[in-house]
């Protein structure tokens, strides 16, 4: 199979799993917004922020150095999955760390517990099958996309479920905690290829000498999608929290899930591409794959940008009209931040980390910037206009590094 067959069925694939993630993602928000109020989204919000911080600040670049790496995957395994377990109870413990000092921070008594709950999530994550890599190595995107929609079906009908049993934030944190279990068994069921709790030293070195920069690089993109939420948390509450919670699930994240599908079909390819040295045919392929991206994606946020209100009070509901001054904004802002996604699947196959690490910081400080002062003033509208405008400044800083990395 060619390259561009490889991209349109990767693609494919990946934007069939998220038109199916999304529209469960709908179908969630569409019933739980009538049980749960935005007081406990907002709760939840601050939990995954602190489940994300550690896992991000103890990124060990493992799926990257295995898809980078000339070995197959099987070279790797058992160290990859040795790693992972250490690093799953390293992540549950700082989280547990967190969950004390943010249930202070945002005079939250019940956030501690819920946190320290959640701290689960990762410890079980740490024994997934890490050769799950393979499916992207290998460029079968059936078989991943086919698992990523699995655990996010059950995850889903887990929360719904809970839901209708507690009417309260604790079902989106047990839910989760019941995915995460899913996952890891699922990720044994499909792969015939199963890790051994045996690390070799060499190949450890290998993973953490590439993971030196995606480690900050990782760190940065977390801080970058998920800053918003630590920040509006202590500006406007978690009441607005929860309001902006469940906008960002139908504007923002809907049209960059959409820019990620593309991400992970592509990113194989551009690796394939520069180890081959194919340097024209990676330049035609990344603005081919730019363009019809941010095509689809701006069909696909027409409806949010023109019918915001109606959007809001057929999926919301009335008590969520708040969500409709915002929804327009969060959406310029993922089609913003899509372009810059797509950047970073040619910076990393090149493995330029400095313009990606630039992009993210300026983007981080633009961001934190406007939303502290644009909030502050002009409470939760001018905090989304603050990263809007965050995001759009810091745009030149990414397409440069694009245009660097076809150098």
Not at 175 to 196: D, N, Q, T, Y
Not at 256 to 277: Q, V
Not at 323 to 349: C, F, K, S
């Amino acid at each position: 199979m060619t390259y561009q067959k490889h991209a349109i069925a990767g693609f494919s694939w990946q934007t069939l799993e998220k038109i199916f993630t999304s529209s469960l993602s709908f179908l969630k928000i569409f019933i739980l917004a009538r049980l749960l109020g935005p007081e406990q989204f907002g709760l939840f919000s601050l939990v995954m922020i602190a489940l994300g911080t550690t896992e991000s600040i103890t990124q060990t670049g493992v799926n990257i150095t295995m898809l980078q790496s000339k070995q197959p995957v099987k070279y790797f395994l058992d160290t990859a999955f040795v790693i992972a377990i250490i690093r799953g109870f390293v992540i549950g413990s700082i989280m547990i760390l967190m969950g004390y000092f943010m249930a202070s921070y945002y005079n939250e008594p019940n956030l501690f517990q819920m946190i320290a709950i959640v701290a689960l999530v990762p410890i079980i994550k740490g024994f997934i099958n890490p050769a799950i890599v393979n499916w992207q190595k290998k460029f079968e995107f059936s078989k991943d996309s086919l698992y990523k929609s699995l655990r996010i079906t059950v995850e889903t009908i887990a929360q719904i479920g809970l839901a209708f049993a507690l009417h309260s934030v604790w079902a989106l944190c047990l839910g989760v905690i019941i995915g995460a279990i899913f996952e890891v068994i699922l990720s044994f069921l499909m792969l015939k290829e199963k890790p051994i709790f045996h690390y070799i030293k060499s190949r450890g070195e290998a993973i953490f000498k590439n993971a030196k920069w995606l480690s900050l690089s990782s760190l940065l993109s977390y801080l970058n999608d998920n800053v918003d939420d630590f920040l509006l948390g202590k500006i406007v509450g978690t009441y607005k929290l929860g309001i902006y919670h469940n906008a960002y699930a139908l504007s923002h994240k809907a049209n960059y899930e959409l820019s990620k599908s593309a991400y992970h079909g592509i990113t194989p390819i551009f690796n394939k591409m520069t180890e081959n040295h194919e340097k024209e045919r990676l330049k035609r392929a990344f603005y081919k794959s730019l363009f019809s991206t941010l095509l689809i994606v701006s069909v696909v946020s027409a409806p949010l940008i023109f019918f915001p209100k109606l959007l809001v009070d057929l999926l919301l509901g009335k008590e969520w009209l708040d969500a409709v001054p915002i929804l327009r904004i969060l959406t310029l802002a993922g089609i913003v931040h899509t372009i810059a996604n797509m950047t970073y699947a040619l910076i990393i196959a090149k493995k330029k980390y400095f313009y990606l690490n630039l992009h993210m910081i300026i983007s981080l400080v633009l961001v934190v910037a406007g939303i502290t002062f644009l909030g502050k003033s002009y409470g939760l509208v001018g905090a989304v206009s603050g990263i809007l405008l965050g995001r759009i400044v810091a745009l030149p800083v990414a397409l440069f590094g694009a245009k660097k990395s076809l150098e």
